[in-house]
């Protein structure tokens, strides 16, 4: 049986955004002059065992395998440029903060002990801490699920995020380094390796602790790990000095900074497994 | 064309099953529509590739997306149901951001943002904090960001969200122009004054309808039905059909009454059903089947 009001009939030509009512109601008087009768039983299941085979053929479905590497976005240029975008997260509140922590932090060292050279490096992993949490804040911030639809993976966004706050907590540590070193009879590598050692350390825990438990988590084992570097470390040396006694220090900085870079390596290697947001899916 | 097959995403924890999950969308404006927690947003999430389904498929012009998932984002524009800003960004920087997060850079960021901010009416609102916004603007630069890209799909979780009646209007006159080139899908509760091609009904994870908007309201004739009743007659029929509405006049009311019955009333008549109307009664009679369903299983 088919449609006998006109009014319907225009309906559906409206919904459909083609055709005509003429050229309708002809398929309709056609389709209406042929009676069709139910087709016996036995037709049907020769139908479908005709059929079976080629529609259990056809309804296979595979999981879902995601691809471990995307076509786009890989050049220098285009992650270069996706490094710049990063940039942006940064806001001037965070810089001035950071950077009067600094200021603060060697005037006070200054006047109290004058071991400034400790100071750096006790604070450039807080420095490299708080970095991590202000520039992975794209969870907290609700951000996370508008950032996975745009074409850049996770993982190439954290990469580039790792890049921005290791760029700006060298430069950082570097400015306040010349402050440091100025007037006095530092060697300027032996320096930059009393810091950079517990900044790779840190950022590494971070970072290679936030793939399991997540960007606070990691820190936050990160920052326990700062905490019992500063408590169990004598003279002001770090924990590797302490269990490497007879070492000196420009070695054990060395050491610390190359278990950092190691742990950094395998956060960038384990970050290619990401490839979806995995956000809060228990929300439907 | 957005084709998806067999989809299907189980949530273990909570015991939710979405799918399987069949559906054609071309060209024109999809609207999927279904009570609080059916599964339209992780629905949504799956078809913006975001969130992997378990099992089935989902092609963009007959190409598996995951085959090139980075090609397919580059053709979307995404509005999450939940979202917020950096806060220390203006409009225009988030707009900046965002494009370079879609691959455009530069004079070209610029000025797809200006475009686009002007399109949806905030570009004079740009230069301030977005912290300082009101929702409805929020609203709209969430849209705006999704259109950076200039995509040949769109998904919309409840874009409508918080809009004042005229910024509505407005957005349903966008949506009804960028739906002759592009391939929207939204999810959203105010259903009748869209121009529907295709409404896709989910209801606890299971597509119960997907169709012509026409016929989705033909399977409610005959259940809705209109009569002109005092205000008080009206509250005790509200009571006993607590779906119905009505509007009131100085000498009473005209009330639309949703029943599968006709109601014991002088003067009532059938009447068309809207969309909304319809999607009431297919939510009562799925709730039926259910708890008749219930019923058979325990006997």
Known sequence: MTIKSDDKKKELLDELGEGDLENLNTVF????????????????????????????????QKDVQVPAAHSVFDTLTERLELIQAQLRLFSRGFVILSVLFFLCGLSLTTALDGD?????????????????????????????????????????????????????????????????????????????????????????????????FGIFGGSLLSTAAWAFNLAASKDGNSLFSFLLPHTPVMYVDLLGAGIGLILLCFAFSGLHGLHVWEGDNQST | MLELHEVTKRFPKNAFILGSINCHLSTGLHVLAGPNGSGKSTLLRIAAGILPPDRGNLLFGGQDIYANLAHYKKNLGYVPQTFAFYSHMTGMDFLLYLANLKGIFSKAAKKQASYVADLLGILEHCPRKISTWSIGLRQRLAIAQALLNDPDILILDEPLCG?????????????????????????????DSLPIAKLLLLCKGTLQFAGLPSIFSDQAAMQ???????????????????????????????????????????????????????????LERLKRNEAEQQHDHRM
């Open chain 1, 29 to 60: 008087n056609y389709l209406d002059s042929y009676p069709v009768t139910p087709p016996p039983t036995e037709a049907t299941d020769h139908l479908l065992a005709l059929l079976t085979p080629v529609l259990q053929e056809n309804s296979i």
């Open chain 1, 116 to 212: 400034t050279l400790r100071f750096l490096a006790n604070a450039s992993p807080l420095l490299g801490i708080l970095t991590v949490i202000y520039q992975f804040r794209a969870q907290q911030n609700h951000m996370n699920e508008l950032e996975a639809a745009c074409p850049y993976t996770p993982a190439q966004l954290a990469s580039a995020r790792i890049s921005v706050v290791l760029v700006y907590d060298i430069l950082l540590c570097l400015a306040a380094t010349s402050i440091v070193s100025y007037g006095e009879d530092y060697v300027l590598w032996q320096v930059v390796t009393h810091w950079l050692a517990p900044l790779l350390l840190t950022l590494g825990i971070a970072l290679l602790g936030s793939l399991r």
């Open chain 2, 163 to 191: 809009l004042a009646f005229e910024e509505t209007t407005e957005i349903q006159r966008l949506l009804y122009t960028w739906s002759h080139n592009k391939v929207i899908l939204m999810s959203s509760h105010h259903i």
């Open chain 2, 224 to 282: 809705v039905w209109t009569a002109k009743t005092s205000k008080s007659t009206w509250q005790n029929l509200h009571l006993a059909f607590p779906l119905s509405t009505a509007v009131f006049t100085e000498d009473g009311c005209h009330c639309r009454i949703i029943s599968n019955t006709k109601p014991d009333l002088p003067n009532i008549k059938p009447a068309l059903p809207t969309l909304e109307e319809a999607y009431l009664v297919w």
